[in-house]
């Protein structure tokens, strides 16, 4: 009896870690509706592209919809700010979390900021992103040709690391189980 008392105690305290460590914060937005010209002001780096590749976060037992996703750009005109050939966009992976609803490849008129890190830009559903086909073309004055350069994302370390933790975990209460079973 203590057996089973002690082996669902470490599975329930199993299950709490993995949530805390590996959920994401909840976010909230709401969506107030501005003029591109403001979202243009508030921008750090405003483009026209298409979207030629969506990474999704990798799975995990725990998930948010505020996980990232990255979203990669190819870019024929930079309004505002810099923005390379190939731009990287991370955003929360639903709409639910803010994340970008777009759809198909474009072409559309993205409002980005720089994430904390200062080099990563950022966009969410409230920001002003939109289709091209859904506004028409942008109207403002600066139009100039991306920095050369960019990539398209691949597996990150990170996501390696993150990956051989989960699966430690679920090896060490499988052998708790069998330890206890003896």
Not at 24 to 34: D, E, K, N
Request: charged fraction near 15%.
């Amino acid at each position: 009896m203590i057996r089973v008392v002690v082996l669902s105690v470490v599975t329930v305290l199993w299950a709490v870690a993995a949530a805390v460590v590996l959920s994401a914060p909840a976010h909230a937005c709401s969506c107030v509706g501005f003029t591109e010209a403001r979202n243009l002001r508030l921008a750090d780096a405003v483009f026209t592209g298409t979207l030629i590749d969506r990474q999704e976060p990798p799975w995990r037992p725990v998930m948010s919809s505020g996980d990232p996703a990255t979203l990669t750009f190819e870019v024929r005109w930079v309004h505002k700010g810099e923005a390379q050939r190939l731009q990287q966009v991370e955003t929360a992976m639903s709409g639910a979390s803010c994340g970008l609803e777009i759809e198909g490849s474009g072409p559309f008129l993205v409002f980005a900021d720089h994430a904390q890190n200062g080099s990563t830009l950022t966009a969410s559903l409230c920001g002003g992103t939109r289709a091209i086909a859904d506004g028409g073309p942008p109207t403002f004055e600066e139009n100039y040709p991306p920095e050369p350069g960019g990539t398209i994302p691949g597996n990150s370390s990170a996501d390696r690391v993150l990956a051989t933790v989960v699966v430690s975990a679920v090896a060490a209460v499988l052998t708790l189980i069998g330890w206890f079973r003896r």
